[in-house]
């Protein structure tokens, strides 16, 4: 069975990667529509421009940029809060933001509890 071509509310990859940030606004979600028409920060628009210049891995602070068409294929380093985790973006990504990818806080595993951690465990003894 064929691989299933992927698009983005009705358009491929190849149509999607040739759009402006102005007309992939159109079709983005509503919080993503009003960040590129509000503007970028400085910070994103920092990112956009090295990523146009460097080809290479980009480093990067800013987990609420939108992730856009031009980052198709590009290989981003994302801050964690003590550490950088490089993700390659994929046609699926888009319209998230970069921060969701590069999860900050760990999972938490709680193991079996302590003496003393509740009533029972304190009376009972050994032997």
Do not use: W
Request: glycine residues 8%; hydrophobic residues 35%; positive net charge.
């Amino acid at each position: 069975m064929a691989k299933k071509e992927f698009t983005y509310r009705g358009k491929s990859t190849q149509e999607i990667k040739n759009l402006s940030p102005a007309e992939f606004a159109e079709i983005a979600p509503c919080d993503i529509r009003r960040r590129i028409k509000k503007g970028f920060t400085v910070e994103q628009k920092r990112l956009l421009k090295s990523l146009e210049v460097n080809k290479g891995i980009v480093k990067t602070h800013c987990r609420d940029m939108p992730i856009l068409p031009v980052m198709i294929g590009r290989t981003i380093r994302i801050h964690r809060g003590n550490s950088f985790e490089q993700i390659l973006i994929a046609e699926d990504m888009i319209g998230h933001r970069l921060g969701e990818f590069a999860l900050s806080r760990k999972k938490t595993s709680h193991s079996a509890p302590g003496v003393g951690a509740t009533k029972s465990s304190s009376g009972s003894s050994k032997g």
